[in-house]
C-alpha cells in the first residue's frame, strides 16, 4: 500500500499486518530497469482518511491465510477508479509479504491519481536492503473499466520474484533481494480521501501457489474481509467460492 516518509519520498503500504512505508510525493528514474519509478500518495477525501499521516490511509481487503506461499495471483477488475487530484490516490492491487515478519513486501495493481496518472499499472517493494520504492513500467496502456486483468506475483529463486500483468498479461519485471519467507497475500484497495473519488471493484480468482508450485484458489481460506482507517467508508466482501474480494462507491 501506499505512504509518505519524512524526507518526502510516496511509499506503497503493506497490509494492516505489515510495517508500514512513509510518505510523500517524489518522482524518480529507475535507469537500469528502464521503468519511471515514483513515490506514490493516495486518493478521496470526504471522510476522516486522508494522506498524511500513514496512519490515515484506508484499505479495504482480504488476506489469505494459508500461511507460505510462492506466488500470488488473482484478476484486477473495476467499474470505477478516479482520484480528483494528484496528491490522493486510489488502487485496485494485491501484495505478498514475503519476509517472515512482515517487513518485507512486493505489490502489483493499477492506481488513479498520482501525478495525473490515469489508471496506470505500477509495482513496488520493500527488501532488505532498500526502503520502498514504487514504479510505472512503461509501454501499457491506460487500464480500461470493466475488463478483467489477470496478474501474478511468483517466485522465481533464491532472492528473485517476477510479476505479471499489465494491459496484455506479461512479465512487467524481475524484482531481485527479495526473500521467500512468505506469511500472508492481501488483496483489495487502498486510498486516501479526498471529495469526488470513486472507487469500485474486485479481485478475483484469488490464488496462491504452495512450496511445490501447485496454485490452489482461496476458498475458504480467504480471511474475513478488513476494513482499515479512520471512518473508512468503503466495506469489502468476499465470496469464497470463486475466491473474490469485491467493493463498491460508485
Keep these: 500500500m501506499i505512504q509518505q516518509n519524512g524526507n518526502g519520498q510516496l511509499r506503497v503500504q503493506a497490509p494492516k499486518t505489515l510495517l508500514h512505508a512513509a510518505m510523500a510525493l517524489t518522482l524518480m528514474l529507475f535507469v537500469t530497469a528502464g521503468l519511471t519509478a515514483v513515490a506514490i500518495s493516495h486518493a478521496p477525501a470526504a471522510f476522516a482518511c486522508s494522506l498524511t499521516p500513514d496512519s490515515n490511509h484506508c484499505h479495504s481487503q482480504v488476506q489469505d491465510n494459508t500461511g507460505h506461499n510462492n ?64 514504479y510505472f513500467p512503461p509501454g501499457f496502456r491506460e487500464a480500461a473499466y470493466s475488463t478483467y486483468y489477470p496478474a501474478e506475483i511468483q517466485y522465481a529463486s533464491p532472492q528473485t520474484w517476477l510479476i505479471y500483468g499489465g494491459d496484455s498479461d506479461v512479465q512487467m519485471v524481475t524484482v531481485h533481494d527479495e526473500p521467500n519467507n512468505t506469511i500472508a497475500g492481501t488483496a483489495g484497495t487502498e486510498f486516501s480521501d479526498q471529495t469526488g473519488m470513486r472507487d469500485s471493484g474486485s479481485v478475483s480468482e484469488l490464488e496462491s501457489a504452495n512450496s511445490n508450485d501447485v496454485w490452489n484458489f482461496w476458498g475458504r481460506y480467504g480471511n474475513h474481509p478488513e476494513q482499515d482507517g479512520p471512518n473508512n467508508h468503503i466495506t469489502p466482501s468476499y465470496d469464497n467460492g470463486t475466491s473474490t474480494v469485491s467493493w463498491s462507491d460508485c
Design 71 to 134: 506466488g500470488v495471483a488473482g484478476s484486477i477488475y473495476f467499474t470505477c477508479l478516479h482520484s480528483p487530484n494528484g496528491s490522493d490516490f486510489v488502487t485496485n492491487e494485491f501484495w505478498n509479504a514475503t519476509g517472515g515478519s512482515g517487513a518485507y513486501w512486493i505489490e502489483t495493481g493499477v492506481i488513479d491519481g498520482y501525478s495525473s496518472k490515469t489508471r496506470s499499472w505500477f509495482w513496488a517493494d520493500v527488501t532488505p536492503s532498500s526502503s520502498f520504492n514504487a
